[in-house]
């Protein structure tokens, strides 16, 4: 602990990873080992914290902060897809080969956040099957939900005036 009682490196990271209620699926003993391939991470607003199409080789379960999710669409450049706050976990495209970032993200103000390496969760996953079941079951509804509003701001970005409901939509003059 700081001198204001704040918990520091390690002890943080069990903390936050025990308090999360994204993984609460998992036993303590899951948690544990989760939290040994974690270390504290902080971002400055603005910060690109990866880019699409770029190495997948960590996640982070954000502490404090929002971050803001983007992808390229063709002319119109970088649209933010959602945005994530405090109590979540950012990114899952380390789970899968090629382990490259299917979106970007954006801290939109000073953020904290709880590292893990990918890779030695990945190892840990391929190690111990139960684990990686667990780990698997708490990243499944993340990405539906992400792919889902993705799909839905996508709606939205190439919709019609007609088809958005905006003023004037079909209207002649």
């Known amino acids: 602990m700081t001198q204001d009682g704040a918990p520091v490196g390690e002890e943080r990271v069990v903390d936050a990873v025990t ?9 303590d003993a899951q948690r544990a080992l989760l939290a040994g391939d974690g270390a504290p991470a902080a971002f400055g607003a603005g910060e690109r914290i990866f880019s699409e199409g770029g190495a997948a080789e960590r996640f982070w379960l954000l502490e404090s902060g929002t971050v803001a999710l983007d992808m390229r669409v063709p ?4 649209q933010v897809i959602e945005t994530l706050v405090a109590g979540t976990v950012l990114g899952w495209s380390w ?7 299917h979106f970007g993200a954006v801290a939109r103000e000073a953020t904290t956040a709880i590292a893990f390496d990918a890779d030695r969760v990945r190892r840990r996953c ?3 099957p139960s684990f990686g079941y ?7 509804p993340i990405i539906t939900e992400r792919l889902q509003a993705t799909r839905l701001r996508l709606l939205d970005l190439y919709a019609t005036p ?3 409901g905006r003023p004037g939509a079909g209207a002649a003059t």
């Open 134 to 140: 667990a780990i698997l079951s708490c990243f499944t």
């Open 75 to 78: 002319g119109r450049g970088d």
């Open 19 to 27: 308090a999360c209620a994204f993984f609460a699926g998992l036993t």
């Open 126 to 128: 391929a190690a111990d």
């Open 95 to 101: 789970l899968h080969p090629p382990y490259r970032w």
């Open 162 to 164: 007609a088809q958005a």
